[in-house]
């Protein structure tokens, strides 16, 4: 199966939070990533958090993670519509630190 | 701007041409890395350079696809005798060992072969 893996679609109104998840399966992983992508380009890094943390604020994103239940996962508060994007986690594996395993991503839409 | 720099960001090929992209890297970052993305998909690792030396390889890099960062600088990623299965986003992405190794994404070179 997947080793990292997302829902596909998340929609939300404008001001809303949105909550974005993710699994993954890899209990060594050292640092789990949330990247975004818009349309034709490339990723943007979001933001990160160690592996030891269970907690990481960043203005309105903010990153929660259950390393017992390997879940990790994005809220953004106040969501705007130039937050429309895909949304991926990735996780490093600590046997390889230059491969990142990413999930299909998440379509976030926010309608006005 | 130092961000991660690809070029060129769009290339259309025969199939059977070969084809490189170069990447350079934000100027402090030791470590670069190679990765593709086709549509509907996250991207997935090819290859990982520290500093010059390639450290480690995915068996996605068949022996058509080859990947150089001769001074510890840019790199290159050849695709010799393209097919249409290579069309996708090839990604170069950088980071420093010193400085908390956060990984960071050029934009993307498009490769389509038709």
Known sequence: GEDVEQSLFLSVREGDSSVINCTYTDSSSTYLYWYKQEPGAGLQLLTYIFSNMDMKQDQRLTVLLNKKDKHLSLRIADTQTGDSAIYFCAESKARSQGNLIFGKGTKLSVKP | ?114
């Open chain 2, 1 to 114: 701007d130092t961000g991660v720099s690809q070029d060129p960001r769009h290339k259309i090929t025969k199939r059977g041409q070969n084809v490189t992209f170069r990447c350079d890297p934000i100027s402090e970052h030791n470590r670069l890395y190679w990765y593709r993305q086709t549509l509907g998909q996250g991207p997935e690792f090819l290859t990982y350079f520290q500093n010059e030396a390639q450290l480690e390889k995915s068996r996605l890099l068949s022996d058509r696809f080859s990947a150089e960062r001769p001074k510890g600088s840019f790199s290159t990623l050849e695709i010799q005798r393209t097919e249409q299965g290579d069309s996708a986003m090839y990604l170069c992405a950088s980071s420093s060992q010193v400085l908390g190794n956060t990984i960071y994404f050029g934009e993307g070179s498009w490769l389509t072969v038709v």
